[in-house]
């Protein structure tokens, strides 16, 4: 789901204190340790955040973002066809307050954990924001 600015991130379950805490973590930093990678570890909670505050962002704009979208489908590959129907169409069901899986994996490329707090997230559509957690 998500990468460092040096490396990918992998998903980690925490069970010392409860409940349970899901925490996302540099690889070059679990591999060669802090010196090697400044990133810390990521709550999936923030993840989830910064994607619904990116996708929220997405349906508040869905107006200004639909002209782009019927341009890709008129001009674009297949490939990009399909996703700005698919953006248009699932950016009309409105905002959420949670995340919602399957919505992630339909539109989500990248989420990229900046070092100074921030994450680039990235659309299977080209949509990119920075959002600060």
Same mark, same amino acid.
Not at 3 to 25: A, T, V
């Given at each position: 789901?998500?990468?460092? =600015?040096? /490396?990918?991130?992998?998903?980690?379950?925490?069970?010392?204190?409860?409940?349970?805490?899901?925490?996302?973590?540099?690889?070059?930093?679990? *591999?060669?340790?802090?010196?090697?990678?400044?990133?810390? *570890?990521?709550?999936?909670?923030?993840?989830?955040?910064?994607?619904?505050?990116?996708? *929220? !962002?997405?349906?508040?704009?869905?107006?200004?973002? *639909?002209?782009?979208?019927?341009?890709? =489908?008129?001009?674009?590959?297949?490939?990009?066809?399909?996703?700005?129907?698919?953006?248009?169409?699932?950016?009309?069901?409105?905002?959420? !307050? =949670?995340?919602?899986?399957?919505?992630?994996? !339909?539109?989500?490329?990248?989420?990229?954990?900046? /070092?100074?707090?921030?994450?680039?997230?990235?659309?299977?559509?080209?949509?990119?924001?920075?959002?600060?957690?």
């Amino acid at each position: 789901m998500g990468e460092s =600015e040096d /490396g990918s991130f992998l998903r980690y379950e925490h069970y010392k204190n409860r409940p349970q805490k899901i925490y996302w973590q540099c690889n070059t930093r679990c *591999n060669k340790g802090p010196k090697a990678c400044k990133s810390e *570890n990521v709550p999936e909670s923030t993840i989830h955040q910064v994607f619904i505050d990116a996708w *929220n !962002t997405i349906v508040r704009d869905r107006k200004k973002m *639909n002209q782009r979208w019927e341009k890709q =489908e008129r001009e674009g590959t297949e490939l990009e066809q399909l996703r700005a129907r698919q953006m248009r169409e699932l950016a009309e069901q409105g905002r959420l !307050t =949670e995340v919602v899986p399957e919505l992630v994996q !339909t539109v989500l490329e990248s989420i990229t954990v900046k /070092g100074d707090g921030s994450f680039d997230i990235r659309f299977l559509d080209g949509t990119a924001f920075n959002v600060t957690a």
